[in-house]
Nanobody, 120 residues
Framework: QVQLVESGGGLVQAGGSLRLSCGVSGRTFSSYAMGWFRQAAGKERELVAAISRTGGTKKLADSVKGRFAISRENAKNTVYLEMNSLKPEDTAIYYC?????????????WGQGTQVTVSS
């Protein structure tokens, strides 16, 4: 069974930065494409960033391009979401997800989420 655990969320002022981490256990981390999603109150879950199994392919939502970056360290079984220039509209629960394969459009495994709150 694959387990994903997010960390690094919190309260930050607008313009600030946070780095989210997601540790993966249970199977070979390098077998999985990874993604970060978020869900704000009253809104649908949306894909924020995705990264391929090797880290060679990345995708960012238009709303976070130039501010967020996704990366992974396969030796540490961890994927990161670096968030800079945060805005109040970035406030949401952020979820890490994993999928078998090189690069994913649908995901099989999910973490429990970590809250990010950006104050104005």
């Amino acid at each position: 069974q694959v387990q994903l655990v997010e960390s690094g969320g919190g309260l930050v002022q607008a313009g600030g930065s946070l780095r989210l981490s997601c540790g993966v256990s249970g199977r070979t981390f390098s077998s999985y494409a990874m993604g970060w999603f978020r869900q704000a109150a009253g809104k649908e879950r949306e894909l924020v960033a995705a990264i391929s199994r090797t880290g060679g392919t990345k995708k960012l939502a238009d709303s976070v391009k130039g501010r967020f970056a996704i990366s992974r360290e396969n030796a540490k079984n961890t994927v990161y979401l670096e968030m800079n220039s945060l805005k109040p509209e970035d406030t949401a629960i952020y979820y890490c997800a994993a999928a078998e394969g090189y690069f994913a459009t649908t995901y099989d495994y999910w973490g429990q989420g970590t809250q990010v709150t950006v104050s104005s």
